[in-house]
């Protein structure tokens, strides 16, 4: 059974700070990628970063790059995943729904983020608002 369940994100100033969070259940086996994707209105879905969970290889696109970070804890057997996204000197064009993902069989970090279209598990969607 999979479970995603976020937190976090609302309204915050250009320059400012916001840290996400996702709790992903995976019982009993884990999963091999969690990542988190969001969508502005009027443009694609894009993954902006992305984990592998047994490499522990980190994926950003570049527009997040050296501003977001991602990190995690989990459980001894991986069935249990904490992510965070911690996101700095947030601007206009962030302000988007983001989401938690998950992903059993994918487990290249790169590749997930890649592949935004995929049928994946998805959290419940948290709204990021970045303005003055």
């Known amino acids: 059974q999979l479970a995603i369940v976020q937190s976090g994100g609302g309204l915050v100033q250009p320059g400012g700070s916001l840290r996400l969070s996702c709790s992903v259940s995976a019982l009993p086996f884990g999963v091999n990628t969690i990542g988190w994707f969001r969508q502005a209105p009027g443009k694609e879905r894009e993954g902006i970063s992305c984990?592998?969970?047994?490499?522990?290889?980190?994926?950003?696109?570049?527009s997040v790059k050296g501003r977001f970070t991602i990190s995690r804890n989990n459980s001894r057997d991986n069935a249990e995943n904490t992510v965070y996204l911690q996101m700095n000197n947030l601007k206009s064009e962030d302000t988007a729904l983001y989401y938690c993902?998950?992903?059993?069989?994918?487990?290249?970090?790169?590749?997930?983020?890649?592949?935004?279209?995929?049928?994946?598990?998805w959290g419940q969607g948290t709204q990021v608002t970045v303005s003055s």
């Open positions: 984990l592998g969970t047994r490499d522990g290889s980190i994926f950003y696109i570049d």
């Open positions: 993902v998950a992903e059993p069989l994918i487990t290249s970090a790169r590749a997930m983020c890649a592949m935004a279209q995929r049928s994946y598990s």
